[in-house]
């Protein structure tokens, strides 16, 4: 996802293991690390240039955040992620430890959020993002001021801990963020993009959702947005009102086949409304499936939703729900598309089935078809 303006730069930490006896082990903070760093360098979500700091000490930790912050230009991304325990002074002031960190002396063997912050407001980029995933990370900022361009994630609160469910693999706020990433849930609306303030917003709603006394927290004193990932392409499903029932359940199947979808049930009517968020949606379909029904043919915005697929490329697969008689408008333009028969509510097993190639095939023909003209999806 790196354009030729900059580049994008992600390091992930984690801290598991710690000479200090008094220290507990942290094995989670390993695999959650590496679980953010698979997510964030894939190149179909974000394509990320991806170094991992697994159990360093406290000087490779300084140093490898020295040398990030140092060689990042103006235009690039640069993303500091850290999991691991979140040790606070006397004075309430924030450190994070490696695994030489000794705890009678953490002030001198960890390092502390100050530094971090200090290295982010030093470094040229204007798109800095800091996660931090650890008990008291709202107290980041303790003492010290925020530079700008900069955003800071937070797992909890300054006085929260930070909490694992008996059946997870890591810490929940993390967990949440691989998640959001990797099923698109964190886009939020639904325009193939997830900002890392949408992503913010879906861990804090899942971590909260298990766990009350765990708050995480935001800061962003940036000036546009940043960008986390692309968001896993959806099927837009265009329909009339009164087929919502229907809608519903195909939803639910598709969901099931592995599929993500977006619908529309909002009501939205037109104007800025329409490009910004229906647009929007179409533009970040693999395909786009017609529920035909002569409700749904006659309505405006199902033409307008339909004509603006084709306009911009997506392939459509249109559903026959019942017996109809299309409108000019779409024996014109589209009488061509083969049809799937929903109209018999016993095979529609069947039915999916035929979906689920349709949609296979219709992505493979639309990729093929943008590779030939020179254009990438």
Not at 271 to 288: E, H, L, T, Y
Not at 306 to 328: M, S
Request: glycine share 8%; proline share 4%; hydrophobic share 40%.
């Amino acid at each position: 996802m790196s354009s030729p303006a900059g580049r994008r730069y992600a390091l992930l930490i984690g801290v598991g293991t710690f000479l200090d006896d008094r220290i507990t082990d942290l094995p989670s903070a390993v695999s959650a690390a590496e679980a953010l760093a698979e997510a964030l360098e894939a190149a179909d979500l974000g394509g990320f240039e991806v170094e991992r700091l697994l159990d360093p000490t406290q000087r490779d930790l300084q140093v490898s955040i020295a040398r990030l912050c140092d060689r990042a230009g103006r235009e690039d991304v640069v993303v500091i992620y850290y999991s691991g325990h979140g040790i606070k002074n006397l004075d309430g002031h924030l450190f994070l430890p490696g695994r030489d960190t000794e705890l009678e002396v953490v002030d001198a063997t960890a390092v502390s959020t100050a530094f971090v912050v200090g290295r982010l407001d030093a470094c040229r980029s204007t798109s800095k993002v800091l996660i931090l995933d650890a008990s008291f990370t709202g107290a980041a900022l303790r003492g010290i001021s925020a530079p700008d361009h900069l955003m800071i994630l937070t797992s909890s609160d300054a006085l929260d801990y930070t909490f694992e469910d008996a059946d997870s693999t890591g810490p929940v706020f993390t967990e949440a963020l691989v998640e959001g990433i990797r099923s698109g849930n964190a886009d939020l609306d639904g325009d193939g993009i997830v900002t890392f303030e949408e992503l913010f917003s879906y861990g804090r709603t899942v971590t909260s959702s298990r766990f009350e006394h765990q708050r995480p927290r935001l800061l962003n004193l940036t000036d546009r947005p940043i960008i986390a990932s692309r968001s896993p392409q959806h099927v837009f499903l265009s329909y009339g009102r009164g087929d919502q029932e229907f809608v519903r359940w195909l939803a639910t199947e598709l969901q099931r086949m592995g599929h993500k979808v977006w619908i529309d049930e909002r009501g939205i009517a037109g104007g800025d409304q329409w490009r910004d968020s229906i647009a929007s949606a179409i533009d970040a379909a693999k395909v786009v499936l017609l529920v035909m029904t002569d409700e749904g043919l006659s309505s405006t915005w199902v033409r307008r939703e339909i004509e603006y697929a084709d306009q911009v490329g997506r392939p459509i697969v249109p559903i026959t729900l019942q017996p109809t008689n299309p409108p000019p408008w779409f024996t014109l333009a589209f009488s061509r598309l083969q049809r799937l028969d929903f109209t018999v509510e016993g095979s529609r097993a069947d039915a999916l089935g035929e979906l689920d190639q349709a949609i296979e095939r219709s992505v493979k023909a639309a990729r093929a078809a943008a590779q030939a003209t020179g254009f990438k999806e």
